[in-house]
């Protein structure tokens, strides 16, 4: 029962081939490297590769993004090496130093039922672009799923074996893939553990093929795609409500009638494409609802009370309690509601790991 480093590599430099060669030297044990469509001005490097102790090459025809690099590798080692503990996986660009890669697949052994991240420590000799961003993200990850993580960006990780199936259905293939994980590891309820790595970075971190905007951009779609559908459900809601109001001058018809309509189209758009869930549409239907009803109750009585005994506008608190109730709701939608992703992930007698799929 041993871990599996794996190297994902676009166009790399004489780097991965050091790194390969002192990761075999403190340790026995596989070494799966992605030739992520490099091109065949790389072939030497990964020739290279192929020969050095334990290790393995895989090969992209053409450049498929990161995270479908890791994918690739996922797959191969659940169908060939069913007796390992996870993987780790580290980046090619030489910014994780071998010694730190060796103690997060000693981390693995020692909990092989968790996500242990090895997470960097952003000095101001970091490059901007990665210290900025990675702030940023950290923010945003904490905002949304209440999780605090240092470190969302980093690419030296330990991952279970048990969690790898679950990975191979993210539909990203980016750098946005390491994102997902790290939400599909808080709403399995998976253990998360944190280990401090050094951090080498080259001048400028000319090597990183990581687009400061573009890239960004799509990391933090996995974030904004789980509020723009309640903020879709939001404005039919109060164009609704304005409508009613309007007509017939009722806070308590408004709020019925426009909160029946929004959540109705809230439903079905957060279980198939915010939340993805595929539990069974009943039980959540009646979940939400139950929520929804609460979540009326208390927008109500809100509303009442901010116009009738603090003299504000109705539409103004409408917003302003809208506002308010949005951040509850999706909390509780992603942790009470819509769980159909979120299973225990099983370990085997003793804390190992499941055996292989049928199909390995």
Not at 7 to 35: F, H, M, S, W
Not at 91 to 97: I, S, V
Not at 166 to 185: K, V
Not at 234 to 243: C, R, T, Y
């Amino acid at each position: 029962m041993q871990s599996i480093v794996c190297i994902p590599a676009y166009r790399p430099t004489q780097t991965l081939i050091e790194l390969a060669k002192n990761i075999a030297a403190l340790r026995q044990g596989p070494i799966v490297i992605v030739d992520d469509g490099s091109g065949p001005e790389f072939a030497t490097i990964f020739r290279a590769a192929a020969v050095i102790d334990g290790a393995l090459v895989l090969r992209h025809a053409v450049n498929c993004g990161k995270g479908q690099a890791l994918k690739t590798a996922f797959n191969h080692i659940l169908l060939h090496f069913p007796d390992c503990l996870g993987v780790v996986t580290a980046d090619a660009d030489g910014q994780h130093l071998p010694e730190d890669v060796v103690r997060l697949c000693e981390a693995l052994e020692r909990s092989p039922g968790a996500l242990t991240l090895g997470c960097r420590q952003f000095s101001r000799s970091v490059p901007w672009r990665s210290r900025a961003g990675n702030i940023i993200s950290a923010k945003v990850f904490s905002f949304f799923l209440g999780k605090r993580i240092s470190d969302t960006q980093t690419g030296l990780r330990a991952i279970p074996r048990a969690f790898l199936p679950a990975l191979l259905h993210i539909q990203s293939t980016g750098y946005e893939f390491e994102t997902e994980m790290l939400i599909r590891a808080v709403r399995n309820r998976l253990p998360l553990e944190f280990i401090p790595i050094s951090t080498v970075y080259e001048k400028g971190n000319a090597t990183s093929h990581f687009n400061p905007f573009l890239d960004s951009l799509k990391i933090y779609y996995v974030f904004i795609r789980f509020c723009s559908l309640s903020m879709a459900a939001a404005i039919l809601d109060f164009s609704i409500f304005f409508l009613v109001f309007w007509m017939y001058n009722s806070i308590m018809l408004s709020s019925i009638t426009s909160r029946c309509i929004s959540s109705a189209f809230n439903f079905y758009t957060n279980k198939t494409i915010a939340f993805k869930s595929t539990g069974g549409i009943w039980a959540e239907a009646a979940k939400y609802f139950m929520l929804a009803a609460v979540i009326l109750t208390i927008s109500y009585g809100s509303i009442v009370y901010t116009v009738d005994y603090l003299g504000f506008n109705v539409y103004f608190s409408k917003i302003f309690v809208e506002t308010i109730l949005f951040l509850i709701s999706f909390t509780a939608q992603n942790s009470l509601v819509f769980t159909g992703n979120a299973k225990t992930i099983p370990l085997g007698p003793g804390g190992g790991v499941p055996g292989p799929p049928s199909d390995a």
